[in-house]
């Protein structure tokens, strides 16, 4: 199978996002930081999955635009906003490099959960970087490849593999290509939170409440970020200069 095909069928199973739902809401309370009391024009969540992030954060948006391949996640997405009442949102199911925006410059870009399964990174990057207004933000995370918890998430997967269990593999993707990326696109760096979102092996243990209690714990917020060295995981807020 195509990797985009392998990608879309994977996620069209959106129970995943159930399993993993303490690290959505780090990652919506780490997006409302990272945006402050500031009101913004035009916003696109892209890649949405069920579009939780941006929709909890859309009264500070006067446009939202929600972009997703995936079917059943884009259902979960209006079915989130009309529960939430967001009336200021659009939905695209399609890829993202086919996608046609009415508005070809976006205040800020949200594209959490993409660096791992995109086939071509820095298509991606070059693409994101060139729909931002100057003066615009992206909030962009991605697991360091490089980071030694990512190579032990990779030995726990990679044992999986071997015993049957899964058989989808991650992007390596090491922090300084992303990094490197937006320095050459002219972008500044303004904040970045860090911390883990794997249990390896030891989710099933805990609870979501208990992962998101012992996730704050260790690893603070984007204002406060503690051992940050530690986590391999990094939500970005960049500017474009
Ligand atoms: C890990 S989820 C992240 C969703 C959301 N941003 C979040 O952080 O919860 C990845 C999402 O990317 C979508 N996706 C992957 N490749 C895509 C593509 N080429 N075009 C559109 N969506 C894509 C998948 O359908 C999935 O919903």
């Given at each position: 199978m195509e990797r985009k095909s392998e990608v879309k069928t994977f996620f069209e199973q959106t129970d995943i996002y159930f399993n993993f739902d303490y690290n959505i809401k780090i990652r919506t309370e780490t997006v409302a930081e990272f945006l402050g009391e500031t009101q913004y024009n035009n916003v696109l969540d892209m890649?949405?999955?069920?579009?939780?992030i941006s929709l909890k954060n859309?009264?500070?948006?006067n446009q939202l635009t929600l972009v997703d391949f995936s079917e059943n996640m884009i259902k979960l997405a209006k079915n989130i906003a009309e529960k939430e009442k967001v009336k200021n949102v659009s939905f695209t199911c399609g890829d993202i490099f086919e996608t046609n925006f009415?508005?070809?410059?976006?205040?800020v870009i949200i594209s959490l959960g993409i660096l791992a399964h995109i086939d071509d990174v820095d298509k991606f990057l070059t693409y994101i970087q060139s729909k931002v207004k100057k003066g615009g933000r992206i909030i962009i995370q991605n697991t360091?490849?490089?980071h030694f918890y990512s190579g032990l998430i990779r030995l726990y997967l990679g044992v999986r593999k071997l015993l049957g269990k899964d058989k989808y593999k991650l992007n390596k993707v090491p922090a300084r290509v992303v990094e490197n990326s937006f320095k050459k696109a002219g972008?500044?760096?303004e904040n970045v939170f860090r911390y883990n979102q794997?249990?390896?092996?030891?989710?099933?243990?805990?609870?979501n409440e208990k992962k998101y209690s012992l996730t704050r714990k260790w690893?603070?917020?984007?204002?406060k970020n503690k051992?940050?060295?530690?986590?391999?995981d990094y939500i970005y807020l960049f500017k474009k200069d």
């Open positions: 890649p949405c999955g069920n579009g939780l859309s009264q500070r948006f009415e508005n070809e410059a976006f205040d360091n490849s490089d972008f500044t760096c794997s249990f390896v092996g030891f989710s099933k243990l805990f609870s690893f603070g917020n984007a204002t051992n940050a060295s530690l986590g391999s």
